[in-house]
């Protein structure tokens, strides 16, 4: 039975099953094609084609968030990943869902305070509301992929956060995993440099480690002791844990998702930096990566650190980041295009048999790469689209380069940080040190062989 929320929204569970689920995700086109066809009656009704254009862009976002929030699963983490690349977007695509998509970064349709509190009830014993929270908010505080978050009054007088899993997010996972490995296959046969199945092992099993909330508990303790009385990053303690609810202390602090809608040129500047810095420094300091870098795990504190939430997703990294990354990145900002090239056929990024032109290659990454140059940068949406346009274009040559490349496994989620912490950087729009900080932290670099500052005066 579906459960109220308020006086008037109905929620069920997530959809399970394939068949339910698919037609959910093919419902997105088709609603948007039926509301085509309303914006044309509207037009032979004379209203200006802009004034329809504008209002099914609206509905068409409104629907997006609508089908992505409910299925939740790996379609919300999808829709999720979306929001976070909407700066790669061009603008005149991208405006009308701006909105929408930034939503996502935060929130999804919640369950119903019935279905919350039995939960409780089962996860942390039938008196969980008088002997362990002393307080509980029944509206969620947010809603994300797969759980809710609700605040709530630890019976030692500590605020915390209570993390809830949706039922059946095992199978919804699954569900769309499945999905994503069919469309994942096709793919690998158009794009000769790819080997999809070990990715996609290494995505499932990735998947699964985010569902066990003891896990998660274990990766959370892990950081917290790593990152204990840092200056720069708050990582909240973790009180207690089940399979399906998991009690943290609460952060409190201003969202990034917040400074990125109306965040001061400071609190851009200042948001970025702890971010980017916690992105390079995590994995010498805990030897492991935090590899959901989307902005609703984030928060600036009152005391302006860094506030990380949410380790279900992390990539154990008992040596830290591969120093492969610094030599591969010092020979491509000094111009050694044959290291380069063999430095990646190396590491797994060209496989054997694929034929690659160095410079080609080179040219490829320049515009990825050459922010590093200089002393400092400002990540924002124009940057971002345009070295997307650069690669992404099949116009262009460096297109076909791209098509040869390769990722390894092991360098999965460690591409999935990078990809979606560069989105969320020019989102925020702040300046960073980058060169700075990217000396001081990514092993194998060599300060000495890389080119001055192209900007520097004199």
Known sequence: MPLLIGDNVRVSDIPRS?????????????????????????????????????ELQQRTAEQLFSVLGQLKGGAMKFGQAMSVMEAAMPEEMVAPYRATLTKLQESGPPMGADRVHTILA??????????????????????????????AVWRD???????????????ALLSDLNQIARVARMAGSWVPGV????????????????????????????????????????????????PQV?????VEGMP???????????????????????????????????????????????DGRLGVMDFGAVNRLPDGL???????????LAGDAEEVEQGLRTEGFIRRGVEMDPEALLEYLGPLVEPILHEEFTFNRQWLRSAANHVQDPRRPQFLVGMKLN??????????????????????GGTVPLREMICAYLPGIDEARLPPDPTAPG
């Open 18 to 54: 394939s068949i339910a689920r698919t037609a959910k995700l093919v419902g997105l086109p088709l609603g948007h094609a039926g509301r085509a066809a309303l914006g044309v009656g509207k037009r032979v009704g004379g209203r200006p084609a802009e004034v329809v254009a504008a």
């Open 122 to 151: 089962e996860e942390l014993g039938p008196r969980w509301a008088s002997t362990k929270l002393v307080e509980f908010e029944d509206v969620p505080a947010a809603s994300a992929s797969i759980g809710q978050v609700h605040r």
């Open 246 to 250: 998991l009690v943290t202390e609460w």
């Open 195 to 242: 080997d999809v199945k070990p990715i996609m092992d290494e995505l499932r099993a990735r998947m699964s480690e985010e569902l066990d909330y003891h896990l998660e508990a274990t990766n959370q303790r892990h950081f917290a002791r790593a990152f204990r009385d840092d200056e720069d990053v708050l990582v909240p303690d973790v009180l207690v844990d089940s």
């Open 407 to 428: 990722l390894p496994p092991e360098y999965l989620l460690i591409h999935r940080v990078w990809l979606g912490g560069l989105g969320v950087l020019s989102q925020i």
């Open 322 to 332: 591969p120093p492969a990354m610094g030599r591969l990145l010092t020979a491509a």
């Open 157 to 171: 007088g500590r605020e915390v956060a209570v993390k809830i899993q949706y039922p059946g997010a095992g199978r």
């Open 256 to 302: 990034l998702a917040r400074i990125i809608r109306e965040g001061t040129t400071e609190e851009r500047d200042e948001a970025a930096s702890l971010y980017l810095e916690f992105l390079l420094r995590a994995p010498n300091r805990a030897r492991m990566l935090h590899a959901d870098p989307h902005p609703g795990n984030f928060r600036i504190t009152d």
